[in-house]
């Protein structure tokens, strides 16, 4: 069986910041910096996923400008997959609220990303290029 995930960082373009989630103590990887997101459902898209995620985690869904593939993590087995995306915004915005997956956010400058990060995040941002991609998103989106 195959597991799907998938999960966004926004970025800001007044301000270039990225917004990350602090997961909860009760969560896989707990109290870890990462993407907001999660499983994608039987028949959802990436997007839809996405989607539904950020209604339930920040209690609605921000006006989107653009969203970029920055990677893809297939675990050694091939049984999980995880799609992660730059969720575009205009400006930076408060969550109205957060659910009991979360233990916090934080808009930080790309590249001074708090810690601890969850491994998944480490290894877009950090291994695979994402900061760099993000510099590169902000670029053309500015």
Not at 19 to 25: F, K, M, N, P, T
Not at 57 to 81: R, T
Not at 119 to 128: E, P, Q, R, S, V
Request: aromatic fraction near 12%; proline fraction near 5%.
């Amino acid at each position: 069986m195959t597991i799907t995930a998938a999960g966004v960082v926004f970025l800001a373009k007044d301000t270039g910041r990225c917004l990350l989630q602090l997961r909860e103590g009760n969560k896989k990887f707990n109290h870890t910096w990462g993407f907001w997101g999660g499983m994608i459902e039987k028949g959802e898209t990436p997007y839809e996923c996405i989607v539904r995620e950020l209604a339930e985690e920040i209690g609605f869904v921000p006006e989107l400008q653009k969203l970029n593939p920055i990677d893809v993590y297939q675990s050694k087995d091939k049984k999980f997959y995880y799609y992660s995306f730059v969720y575009v915004v205009e400006e930076e915005f408060m969550p109205p609220r957060i659910n009991g997956e979360s233990a916090g956010y934080a808009w930080v400058d790309i590249g001074t990303w708090p810690k601890p990060l969850h491994n998944g995040a480490h290894i877009t941002l950090n291994k695979n290029g994402g900061t760099e991609k993000l510099h590169t998103i902000l670029k053309i989106n500015s």
